[in-house]
């Protein structure tokens, strides 16, 4: 409040016409940035309104920080200081890729640097966090320490940036130490494996590969394959609930589980139903993977039904 009563007793000084003429020419700068030719003619003007709403939620003191939105949808009747005028590293990253396609690419930019900023010493980066880089939600979800990565290659950084490369290595090594469950979901609910996380983290450590040496890449690519070849493992059921009066043997489900151990093979809570489980049915011969090692033989257990 102290801030914001400082800033209009400035404005108040400096004149209306002056401070008019200031923001006019700041989104004028902004619109000519755009480029929206890729953009169908019928929904070029809806492209350009969108884009400046996404403008709109980013943090003017703290550059790069775009908050998840203006609002705090309950109001003020508990208090709550955060609502959704905080940044999420997914909702923040979303946007900069949007500005990105749009040809923003200064902007998004500007959003990789406060992610370097706001990264945790041991790579991840927390659940959410005010535009100052305070952390106010301390949870974890991988899919906000795969993003920045898939950030920082679709800018094509150079990759001997050295910030960025320090970044892309610690939050790599969060991943590999961590995944490919991760403690909460994206809708922060629960612990698991779940398919959106899963390829999120795939496509980043496939994507960090450029900031790695030949042998480490190599370690990379052969750890994303091995998680994607395992979705059927931790989240398909045969002859689940909702298959029984269905014609198909199984389906997919939102979150597998982990009970502790990053392996959800053999059984898959299905926690959108209830508290139950199903076997999990296996697809691929993990044992013919020589860089998997022979203690991999171990998980051909196809039909088990447990863990």
């Known amino acids: 409040m102290d801030g914001a009563t400082q800033l209009a007793g400035s404005s108040l000084a400096e004149g209306a016409a002056s401070v008019q003429g200031r923001f006019v020419a700041g989104w004028q700068e902004f619109a000519d940035g755009l480029d929206v030719s ?8 809806m492209a350009e309104h969108s884009a400046a709403v996404l403008a709109c ?14 609002s705090i949808p309950w ?16 909702d923040c990253i979303e946007v900069a890729l949007a500005r990105l396609a749009l040809g923003e690419r200064v902007a998004a930019r500007r959003t990789l640097s406060w992610l370097c900023a706001a990264q945790q010493p041991d790579g991840h980066w927390t659940q959410n966090a005010f535009p100052d880089g305070r952390p106010f939600w301390t949870g974890i979800q991988l899919d906000e320490v795969a993003l920045p990565i898939i950030l920082a290659a679709a800018l094509e950084v150079d990759v001997d940036d050295h910030q960025i490369k320090a970044m892309v290595h610690r939050a790599v090594g969060y991943l590999i130490e961590h ?23 795939v496509s980043a450590l496939l994507a960090a590969t450029r900031w790695f040496g030949s042998v480490d890449a190599a370690y990379l690519r052969s750890l994303a394959r091995y998680w994607n070849d395992r979705i059927e493992d931790w989240l398909y059921v045969v002859d689940g609930p909702f298959s029984a009066n269905l014609p198909i043997d199984g389906y997919y489900v939102r979150l597998g589980r982990t009970d502790g151990v990053h392996d959800a093979r053999g059984q898959i809570d299905v926690r959108t139903v209830t508290t139950f489980a199903w076997p999990a049915i296996s697809w691929w011969p993990v044992t013919s993977w020589p860089w998997l090692g022979s203690g991999c033989a171990t998980l051909k257990t196809s039909g088990s039904s447990t863990p």
């Open 179 to 201: 995944g490919p469950a991760s403690p909460q979901d994206r809708w922060e609910e629960n612990a698991g494996v779940n398919a959106y996380t899963l390829a999120a983290v």
């Open 57 to 70: 939620h980013e943090d003017r003191t703290y550059p790069g920080a775009i908050v998840a939105s203006l």
């Open 38 to 45: 890729a953009v169908d003619a019928r929904w070029g003007e």
């Open 75 to 90: 109001g003020n009747n508990r208090g709550d200081l955060g609502g959704y005028h905080l940044v999420w590293a997914r």
